[in-house]
């Protein structure tokens, strides 16, 4: 798919949609599923880009991973039963894969190499070696163990009391992987409020952890056992269908079995703040919660998006900013530098796209500055290679009196491939 050129001029939005299971929790199924013992069987996996890397860099360390009736069966080797790779792996476009990664191998007796693609390869990774490094892991990477490649001779960690930096759960989840494997009692404290996905699939393989809303505590040396998964559907893919209901006149949707994990669920709190209808039914609140959206057409006005909300919806915001443009008033996004070291620069991206389809948009050190309401008119636009940039763009041209001509769009099949299907599906 090179460009695609979209008109969604004058169409009617309705119906219901099943989005594709969680990528941060399908990443976490396989890999804690390769380091249990016992066979796990993981329902709705996300057979995106990302997560297909994940299999496979598994697959290479020697677990058999089967795709049957719609399941992916993971035959567990347990905690130390992973055999040397005899290829590089190949992490292609994903963070998820390449940090938690970084984590799990430095504590696993052979050597290793992570590569990714251009964009992967130019993202931060010191931010998970240093600590690892404190706790004796030997890693060598470009720009100063900063970059992909990194190779990784495993060897016995120790463990250590880290004070997280920034709000990451791939860091996050790379020292309580590592922790596990580590010769002691692993204590993370500081900013630990990021998704916590790994901390409640681990439990659920049997790992114990004791955790508060101040620090997370890893005893070394645990097993893990085997685990029935049902990955929910992924908010963040949901999110571009809740912009589309909320902004295009008339529309209304209903988004089925969506994951309701409060770490991820920012996105809800925002547009309700915006004034948007939106109505969750939740189906499981215990584990990994999920539910039903309903969402409505709304007239929308500007709200500020900054601090403790920032890490709960830090995927979402290419897509808020759009949302924002079909609001009253001035939106302000602060504290989100993060987006700035994603698939691509988040923030220049947003406003560079949106701007030539005639938003009123402005990009700050840490966020960006949207005045709404504004006509959209299309024009020629980029992904960047992002697929979040793609999706935000596609759900862009339902408000553009013109044509939108989208290029390289095929980035979205990183966490959405049926995306276009889906979206063909609730247009009339
Ligand atoms: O742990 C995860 O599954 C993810 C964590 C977030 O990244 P950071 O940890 O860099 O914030 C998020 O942006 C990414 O899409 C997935
Ligand atoms: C940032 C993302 O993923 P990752 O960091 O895993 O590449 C994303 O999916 O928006």
Redesign the pocket.
């Known amino acids: 798919m090179n460009s695609i050129r979209l008109n969604h001029t004058d169409v009617r939005v309705k119906g219901e949609l099943t989005v594709p299971g969680d990528?941060s929790i399908s990443h976490r199924a396989v890999m804690f599923g390769s380091i249990a013992e016992g066979t796990t069987v993981i329902s709705n996996f996300l057979r995106g880009d990302?997560c297909l890397a994940t299999m496979n860099c598994f697959r290479k360390m020697g677990v058999k991973i089967e795709d049957s009736n719609g399941d992916i069966i993971v035959h567990g080797k347990g905690i130390t039963g992973l055999k040397e790779p005899k290829d590089v792996l190949y992490t292609g476009?994903?963070?998820?894969t390449a940090r938690l990664l970084l984590g799990l191998l430095s504590g696993l007796p052979f050597y290793s190499v992570l590569n990714g693609d251009v964009s992967l390869n130019n993202r931060p990774m010191s931010r998970v070696t240093d600590p690892l490094k404190l706790m004796g892991a030997q890693t060598w990477g470009r720009e100063n163990n900063n970059k992909l490649p990194i190779s990784i001779q495993g060897t016995q960690l120790s463990a250590i009391e880290y004070e997280l930096p920034v709000a990451s759960a791939?860091v996050k989840s790379a020292l309580i992987l590592a922790g596990l494997l580590a010769e002691g009692v692993t204590k993370i404290t500081g900013k630990i409020q990021s998704r916590d996905h790994t901390e409640k699939l681990l439990q659920q393989y049997g790992a114990y952890l004791s955790m508060d809303d101040n620090q997370i505590i890893v005893k070394g040396g645990q097993k893990l056992h085997s685990a029935n998964v049902f990955v929910p559907g992924d908010i963040?893919s949901a999110a571009f269908f809740i912009a589309l209901g909320l902004i295009v006149p008339g529309a209304e949707l209903v988004i089925k079995n969506v994951g309701l994990n409060e770490t991820r669920t920012g996105i809800l709190d925002v547009v309700r703040a915006m004034g948007g209808n939106v109505e969750v039914e939740t189906i499981r609140r215990n584990g990994e919660p999920f539910g039903n959206i309903y969402v409505k057409y709304s007239d929308l006005t500007a709200t500020e998006i900054s601090g403790a909300i920032i890490p709960r919806l830090i995927?979402e915001i290419p897509i808020i900013a759009l949302i924002a443009t079909q609001a009253e008033g001035t939106t302000i996004i602060r504290d989100a530098t993060e987006l700035k070291v994603?698939?691509t620069n988040r923030i220049e991206a947003v406003v560079t796209e949106l701007s030539k389809l005639g938003a009123s948009i402005e990009a700050t050190d840490d966020g960006m500055i949207i005045h709404g309401k504004q006509k959209l008119k299309g024009g020629q636009v980029k992904t960047h290679g992002d697929?979040?940039i793609g999706m935000m763009l596609a759900i862009a041209s339902f408000i553009c009196s013109e044509d939108l001509i989208l290029e390289n769009a095929d980035c979205i099949k990183i966490?959405y491939p049926n995306f276009f299907q889906d979206l063909k599906s609730i247009v009339q």
């Not at 476009?93 to 998820?96: I, L, R, V, Y």
């Open positions: 990528k990302d476009n994903s963070g998820t791939q963040s995927d994603k698939e697929h979040r966490s």
